[in-house]
């Protein structure tokens, strides 16, 4: 009788040492609770910037920056023949071009005259329906070309622009690069403007306006001019 009670102390005793060791103690090695487990590459909440955010800085270290004021770098742009209109022109010339200025002027070094400039041009370019229906598109596609008029055998196209909006009262810019100038040296320039119609077969003047000015390249020590020689020396 005494055996049997002794053994059923003993079960009794295992089981709540059982019972004890599943509702107490943490096994050694494991975290004291779930906070512990939070890894550590989850951002940051409060507000400082994540290891993993993309920089807006450009290449050469600067922050994106959207300011639209920027320097004039027309003298430094180099100079290739634009592309020339499609021809044979259909001469359907109108009053659209109110006015032709000269701005960016640059004063030569030696003499009057000047060195540099820029054209600022106010025009009608409006062209909803120019275009024959056959062409599909029923609208124009405006564009300036400017070009150098100095007799018969010196004509030359200096610039050409993109396709401009249109716009009944429009101000246009038009950078007049150096190097597209100096061949005709020093003396009045007739600068002639055109306005454009881009067609498949052939491209139509919309209007034209010639203004003069005096021109005087900038020349170098040695008396040559010093624009065709730097763009001689980058060529070569």
């Known amino acids: 009788m005494q055996f049997r009670n002794a053994a059923v ?11 004890c060791s599943a509702l107490g103690g943490t096994p050694a090695g494991e975290p004291a609770n779930e906070t512990d487990t939070k890894s550590v590459t989850e951002p940051a909440t409060d507000g400082s910037a994540d290891a993993n955010t993309t920089s807006t800085a450009e290449p050469n270290g600067t922050e994106d920056d959207t300011s639209t004021d920027r320097s004039d770098d027309t003298t430094d742009a180099a100079w290739y023949p634009p592309e020339e209109p499609n021809r044979p022109l259909e001469d359907k010339r ?3 071009i109110e006015s032709v200025t000269f701005v960016d002027k640059v004063p030569a070094e030696s003499g009057d005259g000047y060195s540099n400039f820029n054209l600022e041009v106010v025009a009608n370019t409006s062209m909803e329906d120019v275009d024959p229906a056959e062409h599909g598109d029923l609208e124009g ?3 300036f070309f400017v070009k150098i008029n100095e007799g018969e055998d010196n004509r030359k196209i200096i610039e ?10 429009g101000t246009f810019h038009i950078d007049v690069r150096p190097a597209g100038i100096e061949e005709f040296g020093a003396g009045p320039l007739t600068v002639e403007v055109f306005l454009m119609d881009e067609d498949k077969d052939w491209d139509d003047i919309y209007a034209s306006v010639g203004t003069e000015i005096q021109y005087t390249p900038d020349t170098s020590a040695d008396g ?11 060529e070569s």
């Not at 102390?9 to 019972?19: D, E, F, K, M, R």
């Not at 050409?160 to 009262?169: A, G, P, Q």
């Not at 040559?224 to 980058?234: F, G, K, L, P």
Request: aromatic share 2%; net charge negative; no cysteine.
């Open 94 to 96: 109108e009053d659209r």
């Open 224 to 234: 040559s001019n010093s624009t065709a020689t730097d763009s001689e020396s980058t």
């Open 141 to 143: 596609e405006p564009y």
């Open 160 to 169: 050409r622009t993109d396709e401009v909006r249109m716009d009944e009262n």
């Open 9 to 19: 102390v003993a079960v009794a005793l295992l089981v709540a040492l059982s019972g």
